[in-house]
T-cell receptor
Framework: EDKVVQSPLSLVVHEGDTVTLNCSYE??????LLWYKQEKKAPTFLFMLTSSGIEKKSGRLSSILDKKELSSILNITATQTGDSAIYLCAVVASNSGYALNFGKGTSLLVTP | DAGVIQSPRHEVTEMGQEVTLRCKPI?????LFWYRQTMMRGLELLIYFNNNVPIDDSGMPEDRFSAKMPNASFSTLKIQPSEPRDSAVYFC?????????????FGPGTRLTVL
């Protein structure tokens, strides 16, 4: 059975700190890994990663995939209170068509 | 672009009642997904459609759940009869399903409470 595991489950940091969120997966026929941010509503897309070792960046957020280690990290530098959210990792595998297999998420709280 | 539209946004019902959730995908998207989110289990795929055809419904919990997509712009998820354990947020998402690397856009969700 395909598995996506995120760690830590929750995290509390101070504004300005740097955080690293982890996602590991065990899937058959991996296709891509995606990161989503969920505040008090629907998940919104952050990154999609398909190739190992290529960093994707968007402002203070960056992510990289390691296919050898079957994992990905999401980094947030100089955190702000607006970064408080649940960060979801999801994997697409060929045997699941285009459907997303989500981890349970990391709940991040950034305090002033 | 209106995004994915779901209705109702909130639904409170009593155990045993029928519940119908509705979704309008983004125009031009040909893949539609229904997900359920709970604290215990996170976000789980229930069913997805490609070109209005159900492709994988292995995530549907049991026969009480059914989903239809009669045309490219409308889908329903029905629970009959509903039970308290069905209480969750139900999300609909759509994407251009022409390959595996397509971003899914989520609707605002329907928060269902079954008393």
């Amino acid at each position: 059975e395909d598995k996506v595991v995120q760690s830590p489950l929750s995290l509390v940091v101070h504004e300005g700190d740097t955080v690293t969120l982890n996602c590991s997966y065990e899937v058959t026929n991996f296709r891509s890994l995606l990161w989503y941010k969920q505040e008090k509503k629907a998940p919104t897309f952050l990154f999609m990663l398909t190739s190992s070792g290529i960093e994707k960046k968007s402002g203070r957020l960056s992510s990289i995939l390691d296919k050898k280690e079957l994992s990905s990290i999401l980094n947030i530098t100089a955190t702000q209170t607006g970064d408080s959210a649940i960060y979801l990792c999801a994997v697409v595998a060929s045997n699941s068509g285009y459907a997303l297999n989500f981890g349970k998420g990391t709940s991040l709280l950034v305090t002033p | 672009d209106a995004g994915v539209i779901q209705s109702p946004r909130h639904e409170v019902t009593e155990m045993g009642q029928e519940v119908t959730l509705r979704c309008k995908p983004i125009s031009g998207h040909n893949s539609l997904f229904w997900y359920r989110q709970t604290m215990m289990r996170g976000l789980e795929l229930l069913i997805y459609f490609n070109n209005n055809v159900p492709i994988d419904d292995s995530g549907m919990p049991e026969d009480r759940f059914s989903a239809k997509m009669p045309n490219a712009s409308f889908s329903t998820l029905k629970i009959q009869p509903s039970e308290p354990r069905d209480s969750a947020v139900y999300f609909c998402a759509s994407s251009r399903g022409t390959g595996s690397y397509n971003e899914q856009f989520f609707g605002p969700g329907t928060r269902l409470t079954v008393l």
